[in-house]
């Protein structure tokens, strides 16, 4: 099994931070434009808040057994997005820092035989509860940077990074979607071998910038003559073996 408990001191440092940066911004930061199209950093913020709940709810699946979905639905998960995103910065704050609480209670007193029970996320992808941990680390990180406030992939730690592209290429060795051959990390021991297709290679961080879909991987070196090819749909579960751990 991942190390959930390292996960969870990772993702508490990374909530921190994600609230220091919250902390500074005023009323009309939070209606500015962030990283993502069409979201304002309120719309970001108000995700982030409505995430941490949503997790929640998978851990309290886990724990009680009952059937609790991730979202009432994906419309209403938009609908509370949108609903939430034009609050006033001090609001915005409080509920960033409130449901990152409760997530965190939830997770520290959720009995050791939960961890392994199976739950489901919202797209119908299952994995057992311990990925639930994970998940949230990566929501956190990702749209900490997409807040666009100072805060960008240059800053996430290495373990995140180490984790989540790791993660994302056993994922795509099990189930495809890319068409390479080789991807390989220039600053880590990181050579993962896909199928047929072009070699890509470049830094941790500006590969899975790429593969987030959050860059457009034009810094990356490619088998000459090939093109770049388009990553499939992000995020991913873990793979089989993760989940079987």
Not at 145 to 168: C, I, K, N
Not at 191 to 198: A, C, Q, S
Request: glycine residues 8%; proline residues 7%; contains cysteine.
């Amino acid at each position: 099994m991942e190390d959930r408990r390292a996960a969870l001191a990772d993702l508490d440092a990374a909530t921190e931070r994600l609230l220091t940066t919250a902390a500074r911004l005023s009323d009309e930061d939070m209606r500015a434009p962030s990283r993502l199209p069409g979201w304002s950093r309120g719309h970001v913020a108000a995700h982030l808040s409505r995430n941490a709940d949503s997790c929640w709810n998978l851990l309290e699946w886990a724990r009680t057994g009952r059937e609790i979905p991730q979202y009432e639905s994906a419309r209403r998960r938009e609908d509370d997005v949108a609903l939430g995103s034009g609050r006033p910065a001090a609001q915005q704050l409080d509920d960033l820092r409130e449901s990152a609480a409760r997530f965190a209670r939830q997770a520290r007193t959720l009995p050791e035989s939960a961890w392994h029970a199976t739950v489901r996320a919202l797209h119908g992808w299952e994995h057992p509860a311990w990925f639930t941990v994970y998940r949230r680390w990566r929501e956190v990180e990702v749209h900490h940077a997409d807040l666009d406030a100072g805060y960008s992939r240059a800053d996430w730690p290495d373990p995140y990074v180490g984790w989540e592209l790791t993660a994302t290429l056993a994922w795509l060795t099990e189930r495809g979607g890319l068409a390479a051959g080789r991807v390989r990390a220039t600053d880590a021991d990181l050579d993962v071998r896909l199928g047929d297709g072009p070699e890509i290679s470049g830094p941790q961080r500006e590969l899975l910038g790429w593969l987030m879909g959050r860059t457009s991987g034009t810094i990356l070196s490619i088998t000459k003559g090939a093109a770049l090819p388009a990553p499939p749909p992000w995020p991913q579960g873990p793979a089989t073996d993760r989940r079987q751990a």
